[in-house]
DNA sequence: ATAACTGCAAACCGTTTGCAATAAG
DNA sequence: CTTATTGCAAACGGTTTGCAGTTAT
């Protein structure tokens, strides 16, 4: 949380164009999970000349680089969201498609243990929760 | 595990066709997780001239009757396995997309812990683990 | 008989890519 | 100046769908 996108960017040495720029502050803004669709919209609104192949791209290497954390809920679209953020898990509501985060210590826990009965070593602390099928109660 | 696919589907009033009959056996006989498209493949070895596009509904009419968990792993394409499997979970290798199937009592309370504490309740016991970086340790 | 199901091919949707033009270092 | 990056539009891969013909009940 010390630097911001860009600043994590040029400290990887990535060419930071006007469109990068852009995207990487739109994703610091961000609080939520954004699809590409939704990036493109919102940088649009700075830059209405923004290509949404470039939104892809940049994505993508922004992703690669490990400055954004790619989302895959299952539901066609991938999110993203900056890999700096607080540790948290999410939780996908199947029937709204609503996306929950939390954070809970035994998930931490339940990771090292499975990883170590499956003779696995864990690399940093990625984990998702989805599929469970939620009702409201 | 009483039933088989088929009669489970007969139960349900599903209308029963040769095509939705063959591949309810190919589900049946599947121990692993295959894609539509390997769905397709071996039940074309039992009837050829089956096509792509039944394979895709017979799947999705199954999995919405309940019969069939449609896995979502984030590689682009959906799997399927048998709903009445015993209960199991899935963990995915990102790097090999190698896929492992695994059972933690902790996961089972895990869910309810999860569910109750966001006001939610689960229903069954459907939970995948992804997303975790691994490495053969 | 008739409503549901099939195969085919075209459409779809999120994502990627080849290309010529543009901009960063 | 040189190489990376962009916008465009076409291609892609998995999935869905409209239609005319076929099949289960």
Redesign the interface.
Known sequence: MIDTILQRCEQKGLRMTSQRKIIALVLEDAADHPDVEELYKRASKIDPTISIATVYRTVKLFDEAGILDK??F?DGRARYEDAEREHHDH?I?VNSGRV?E?V?S??EK??E???N????????H????????????
Chains 1, 2 share one sequence.
């Open positions: 989302l895959e299952g939780l509501d929950i939390f809970d035994d998930i339940l990771q243990k499975i990883a009965k499956l003779g696995y070593k864990l690399m940093g990625k984990l998702e929760l989805y599929g469970v099928p939620l009702k409201k109660s």
